[in-house]
């Protein structure tokens, strides 16, 4: 008997035994939706071409973060698996959200789940996730508006047909954090599935007064039904924590960048019991898939997500006035609501003309996101923190001072063939048209309606040469845009609504190496420019500034796979060189010029085996680096290590243990005066039983 599995534009055929996750078997290794895997080297993706296309043969860097690294390094955030990526770097997102750099280019809504659009802003979970993919460079081609830098995109789990199969997760940690999962598979006919993935947080660290909780449920029913498959999803998530926005700078010798703060790594600099986050989203995910004829066939996902989310925050808004003197507060209130409905078809055709092979793709997305946003001002009763004696302040909410509703529709078609020139020579090329239309208004005093209609079309192509089978040498040219709405198209400025959209090209050479079928090993060479471009004010943390044009230029290499039968590694070091060209003194936010990272486990025997990890980045600007009294964020190298015991063949054992050497550092910032610190050595101890 066969089992099929959901991916993201397809349902793919795999034989018995190959799905894995919390609720399999010893002998099952872990399967990747869009193709296989051993252990932490993935094969395939269907995310970067919309094809199941072997990572060898896509003309562009992507990292592959499988499910058995994220178990084996006990991720629960997207920011734990970002610290492993280089060329990624984390932001603090205001304590409230996922907020990424990549390249250079900051955003929070360039996510995406199974390759649709997720672009509300909010902290993801892992507990439902199979894998997550990293995909550098613009790619407009594949994802539309926005994806400057590039994209993060989350693979659910699917369901099987093949057996029923129970797992269930359970860990704490020396802070008092814990958390309970369940996986639950079951056959409902030889063509039919349902899975049910659910978990439950409880949050707490090592800053003062932090905690919190985060709930989730996802059931997903899948059916064959011959020539067609169907699948549908539906997810519920409830997160309620404090709003954490850090320290702040302080001030060293003049004329130099400031630097964070020391000696206050757990005390909040907001008001307990005020600073605070919720979430609540409903996410459904219809797909149908099916073959129309032979070398012919056709997928469809619909999404919608309705997600109604707050933030209410005191934070600091300056640097402190000495060690032991003075930080000025400030304070306000930000709930936004969002509805997306998000449809996507796509077509592929498998065909010959004579020896050249083409697989053919075309395909429309149609979206409509409707927001309404508001902000409320605090009025503090004292704007500031005496650090010699701190008393956090009470704070009341004033009027309206921002309230908007905003309409997006877009409209996109596109066309991408990837041409095999017998064995030795592959051409992608694609066009993608995109139609972006906004619509809003500002209701504070009399209503200011906004609009904007945007036409871009996004070019792509990349050579790929195969000296032999298993090496790749490719060159790319992409491009991507961003409408003047910002990635979350709040609002919009009189004085940006007729400029155009900045756009983004990515040049990029780069070698990949299968050196065995388990291991891989991969160089690129990169630049990417950006113009028109906009940046948020390091003395307004509220507004924008035009900045003109910037250019990243870097290299990446990258080794994953195993070593050895025991011994599988992860690793990756990025140089990056991210300025504003022409000025060489104005340096991009949240870039590091070097960053290393390097994860290992090694198998003692069948029973015991232990990790070993390593992350080090070098010194970051916290905001643009357009005066001197920028902050400086200093160089960090963390070490991290893991154990691993398999009790039998369905209880396994784990013990994670973070910042080993109990380094002092800061892992990430929103702004010069939101840092925060590095969580100090802790550990989390894991169990996962599995039927």
């Known amino acids: 008997m066969k089992k099929f599995l959901l991916v993201s534009s397809a349902l793919l055929c795999v034989p018995t035994g190959a799905w894995a996750s919390e609720a399999d ?58 610290r492993y990526v280089p060329g990624t770097t984390v932001g603090q997102g205001e304590g409230n959200r996922d907020q990424i750099t990549l390249r250079g280019q900051n955003t929070t809504a360039d996510f995406f789940l199974d390759g649709v659009r997720d672009d509300a802003q909010y902290y993801r979970s892992l507990y439902n996730i199979e894998r997550v993919e990293i995909l550098k460079g613009p790619f407009a081609l594949i994802f539309g508006r926005g994806g ?20 269930g997760t359970a860990s704490v940690n020396t802070f008092g954090a814990w958390d309970i999962s369940a996986d639950i598979n079951a056959p409902i006919s030889g063509n039919a599935a349902f899975r049910l993935n659910a978990n439950y947080e409880s949050l707490d660290n090592h800053r003062d007064f932090f905690g919190g909780e985060r709930y989730a449920i996802n059931p997903y029913f899948a059916v064959d039904l011959g020539q067609w498959k169907l699948g549908l999803s539906y997810e519920y998530v409830n997160d309620d924590r404090v709003t954490d926005r850090g320290v702040p700078s302080i001030a060293t010798v003049t004329g130099e960048p400031n630097v964070p703060i020391t000696g206050y790594r757990d005390t909040f600099f907001g008001t307990p019991g005020v600073n605070r986050t919720g979430l609540e989203a409903h996410i459904v995910k219809a797909r149908l898939d099916g073959e129309l004829a032979e070398n012919l066939s056709w997928s469809s996902t619909v999404l919608y997500g309705d997600y109604d989310k707050y933030y209410t925050n005191v934070f600091a808004n300056g640097a402190a006035i000495g060690q032991t003197g003075t930080v000025v507060l400030s304070s306000y209130i930000d709930p936004t609501k969002r509805q997306n409905f998000i449809a996507q078809s796509n077509l592929v055709w498998d065909v010959d003309f004579g ?14 996101q409707d927001s309404t946003n508001q902000r409320r001002n605090g009025t503090l009763s004292s704007s500031t923190l005496n650090l010699a004696n701190i008393v956090y302040p009470t704070v009341t909410f004033g009027a309206l001072a921002r309230n908007t509703e905003s309409n997006v529709q877009f409209f996109s078609a596109y066309a991408q063939d990837q041409i095999s020139f017998g064995e030795h020579v592959d051409l992608v090329v694609g066009l993608r048209y995109d139609r972006f239309e906004i619509k809003g208004t500002d209701l504070i005093g009399t209503p200011r309606p906004f609009a904007r209609k945007d036409e871009k079309v996004s070019p792509r192509i990349g050579l790929i040469v195969k000296p032999q089978e298993n090496i790749s040498i490719y060159g790319s040219y992409s491009q991507s845009f961003l409408p003047r709405s910002g990635d979350q198209f709040l609002t919009m400025a009189a004085t940006q609504a007729n400029l155009a959209p900045e756009k983004f090209t990515n040049y990029e050479l780069g070698v990949k190496w299968d050196i065995r079928p388990d291991l891989n090993v991969t160089l690129a060479l990169f630049q990417l420019d950006r113009t028109n471009a906009t940046t948020p004010d390091p003395g307004n943390v509220t507004a924008t500034i035009n900045i003109g044009e910037t250019r990243t230029k870097g290299v990446e290499l990258a080794l994953t796979g195993r070593i050895t039968p025991q011994w599988q590694m992860t690793g990756g070091y990025t140089y990056q060189d991210a300025e504003l060209r022409g ?36 010194s970051q600007f916290a905001a643009i680096r357009t005066a001197a009294n920028t902050t400086l964020l200093q160089a960090f190298t963390r070490v991290d290590a893991a154990l691993f015991f398999k009790a039998s063949d369905r209880l396994d054992l784990q013990l994670n243990v973070e910042n080993l050497f109990d380094q002092g550092y800061f892992s990430d910032a929103h702004n010069n005066n939101n840092i925060t610190p590095g969580a100090p050595i802790n550990a989390r101890f894991t169990a996962r039983l599995k039927f």
């Open 583 to 618: 000025n060489s003194f104005v340096a991009l936010a949240q870039v590091p010029k070097h960053q290393f990272a390097l994860w290992n486990r090694y198998d003692f025997s069948r029973s015991v085996g232990a990790g070993l990890g390593v992350v080090h980045q070098s």
């Open 355 to 368: 020896s050249i092979g083409n697989k053919v793709l075309l395909g429309l997305e149609y979206g409509d």
């Open 148 to 167: 400057s830098g590039g994209i993060i995109n989350r693979v659910q789990k699917t369901p099987s047909a093949d057996a029923l199969a129970v797992g």
């Open 25 to 82: 078997g010893d002998d099952a290794r872990t399967i990747i939706v869009t193709g296989k895997a051993d252990g932490y080297k993935a094969d395939n993706s269907v995310t970067a071409t919309k094809t199941d296309t072997p990572l060898l043969d896509v003309p562009q860097s992507i990292s592959v973060v499988t499910r058995e690294r994220l178990d084996d390094q006990a991720q629960r955030s997207m920011a734990d698996v970002l």
